[in-house]
């Protein structure tokens, strides 16, 4: 059974910096996309930012607004996915929310939620001015 576990979330004033990370169990895929999406209250899901790998190669992709802020990595012997956040705004409030899947997603398609069957429960991402 595949599980993902978020943590790091918390609260910061805006221009501060957090690291989100997400560990999965029971996958067992050599191809990993991952991905981060945010929701919050009252907004559809977004997708921000996303990365696809196996053992050889890897791909990122962002949504507009997060680029040169975000960051996505993957530490694969560790199972983990980090979201390294920098320069957060209010508008980066949110519950994130850690997916992965097993096909390559690369692109617009790697930030859409119906390309992910497995999601962890969210953490919280609250930025103060």
């Known amino acids: 059974q595949v599980k993902l576990v978020e943590s790091g979330g918390g609260s910061v004033q805006a221009g501060g910096s957090l690291r989100l990370s997400c560990v999965v169990s029971?996958?067992?895929?050599?191809?990993?996309?991952w991905a981060w999406f945010r929701q919050a209250p009252g907004k559809e899901r977004e997708g921000v930012a996303s990365?696809?790998?196996?053992?050889?190669?890897?791909?990122?992709t962002y949504t507009d607004s997060v680029k040169g802020r975000f960051e996505i990595s993957e530490d694969r012997a560790e199972n983990t996915v980090y979201l390294e956040m920098a320069d957060l705004k209010d508008e980066d409030t949110a519950m994130y929310f850690c997916?992965?899947?097993?096909?390559?997603?690369?692109?617009?398609?790697?930030?859409?939620?119906?390309?992910?069957?497995?999601w962890g429960q969210g953490t919280q991402v609250t930025v103060s001015t």
């Open positions: 029971g996958f067992t895929s050599r191809t990993r996309s």
């Open positions: 990365l696809v790998a196996n053992s050889d190669t890897f791909q990122t």
């Open positions: 997916a992965i899947g097993n096909g390559w997603l690369v692109s617009k398609e790697a930030l859409k939620a119906y390309r992910y069957n497995k």
